[in-house]
């Protein structure tokens, strides 16, 4: 066994050790999530503006002439029309968006009342249902749950100023993101060339392979977020037009422009569609986030299983049973990364295997 041991570590000591760094430094960097979240996020949309600044870059004229200026004036640009989008749709939103909320504060006192006299009436009509000491018995339970949601709003509110802290770098690590992207965007040769340049030469090449797969995954699961987007905002514009609901479109683009944001997105989407439809059309509010509910619940259940599953290249049952454990495991994060990491590890794993192959002694005996 020992000879056996040593026969593998002579011939694949360099990938032995490669996936153990792998290994750590995933940890590491999970460790240190919440920190690092504004600056994965710039990696991502550099991912993303990347490939349109360099087919901007070869059409311009003067080839290999002015480089730098070329690109540094492609981003500045780059931002000015992000700015630009941003601005419109701002002004756009921000009138019907005042009067929704004009409207809930000119009317929340009545919605308060109305909605604390419907639950009694709903409340006392149930426990007439049941006899006298059964009622006692229930007013005693709703008296301790009264007790134990205090405590959790109490817990949560001393939680929350612990976090105090982390909120803080968090936001000033999201304000730094546009100079980070800047710097990312207009220098990416250069870093990824001092990247690799720094590791031993059969390590680099295997590193380069490595963050090759993770690029080819990333790119699948945004078509797969950008395809989820598209199904959901066509399904909303196909409710909001049939309900004649003012501003589907633009409603429509919103709900499609959130679900990129995992988890909240789509409840974000939704929120924007309900206060938008009480300030144009009270009336059809019900209607709306009923629309909202049935898509969000078609979307979980089978929407996201089949997408995610053609373009992760894993069966639907294993991507529910990932999502379901990650939420279980990681919360948010289990849920965003589930998916991703494992078909990230199959295609590192089937990888591995084949550089073992290659170099002599069989497969390499990964986990």
Request: aromatic fraction near 10%.
């Amino acid at each position: 066994m020992a000879d056996y041991i040593r026969h593998i570590w002579e011939r694949h000591s360099h990938l032995l050790v490669l996936t153990a760094v792998l290994i750590a430094g995933f940890f590491v960097l999970y460790a240190l999530r919440t920190v690092l979240l504004p600056f994965f996020l710039g990696f991502l949309m550099a991912y993303l503006l990347m490939p349109l600044i360099s087919w901007i870059e070869k059409r311009l004229p003067h080839q290999g002439r002015w480089l730098e200026a070329k690109r540094t004036s492609i981003i500045l640009l780059f931002y000015l029309v992000i700015l630009a989008v941003i601005g419109v749709i701002t002004f756009v939103l921000f009138g019907v968006v005042s009067n929704a909320f004009a409207t809930l504060v000119e009317n929340a006192p009545q919605y308060y009342v109305g909605a604390v006299e419907r639950l009694q009436q709903w409340t006392e009509t149930v426990r007439q249902m049941f006899p006298e000491q059964i009622r006692d018995r229930v007013d005693s339970y709703v008296l301790q749950i009264g007790d134990a949601l205090v405590k959790a709003v109490n817990n949560a509110l001393m939680k929350s100023l612990t976090l105090i802290p982390v909120t803080i770098g968090l936001l000033i690590g999201l304000a730094s993101i546009p100079l980070f992207l800047f710097y990312v965007l207009k220098d990416r040769e250069k870093l990824s060339y001092a990247f690799y340049a720094s590791l031993p030469h059969h390590i680099s090449d295997h590193m380069r392979d490595i963050m090759s797969i993770v690029e080819k995954v990333l790119g699948r699961y945004i078509c797969a977020a950008l395809t989820l987007g598209l199904i959901v905002g066509v399904m909303d514009l196909a409710g909001l037009l049939l309900l004649r609901v003012p501003f589907a479109p633009m409603l429509a683009i919103v709900a499609a422009a959130t679900e990129l944001v995992p988890t909240i997105g789509p409840w974000i989407g939704a929120a924007v569609a309900i206060v938008v439809t009480l300030a144009v059309a009270p009336s059809k509010v019900i209607g709306v986030a009923i629309l909202f509910l049935a898509v969000q619940l078609l979307e979980i259940v089978f929407l996201v299983p089949r997408i995610q599953s053609h373009y992760m290249k894993l069966h639907p049952s294993i991507v529910i049973v990932l999502l379901v454990l990650g939420a279980y495991l990681a919360g948010f994060w289990g849920l965003l990364l589930a998916v991703p990491l494992t078909a990230t590890v199959v295609e590192v794993y089937r990888y591995f295997g084949r550089a073992a192959a290659a170099e002599g002694g069989g497969a390499l005996p990964l986990p």
